[in-house]
């Protein structure tokens, strides 16, 4: 992950800290209780790009999605940077886990392939 993402999310959770008046604990359980809400945020846009409230209509578009989907990516950042200072290393050993993981058990692409 580009380093400058990690450098804004440092720089995130020092003004969040700043801005503070919660114990250490309460606001450690609070970033992470956060990412509920962003998560209804992306099901509330969804909703709205679809049209799913007949009463509402149409009140959101899909690039409304994806920045929802964003914000929910930076709170999970700015969450496990608060459990840890070495959010970084975290995040890549777990990237690579869900890696191996998720390419363990498939083929390569010409196995994959039918009868010519």
């Not at 209509?57 to 999970?76: I, K, M, P």
């Not at 459990?83 to 993981?101: K, N």
Request: with cysteine.
């Amino acid at each position: 992950m580009d380093s400058r993402i990690w450098e804004s999310v440092d720089e995130l959770v020092a003004w969040l800290d700043a801005e503070n008046a919660a114990s250490p604990q309460e606001e450690r359980l609070l970033r992470i209780l956060k990412l509920s809400e962003e998560v209804g945020e992306v099901g509330a846009a969804v909703i709205g790009a679809t049209g799913q409230n007949p009463r509402k209509g149409v009140t959101h578009s899909w690039e409304d999605v994806q920045h929802e989907l964003c914000d929910v990516v930076f709170t999970a950042l700015v969450a496990l940077r608060t459990l840890t200072p070495d959010a970084a290393r975290v995040f890549a050993e777990r990237l690579a886990y869900v890696e191996r993981r998720s390419t363990a058990g498939r083929r390569p692409p010409e196995e994959k392939k039918g009868p010519e």
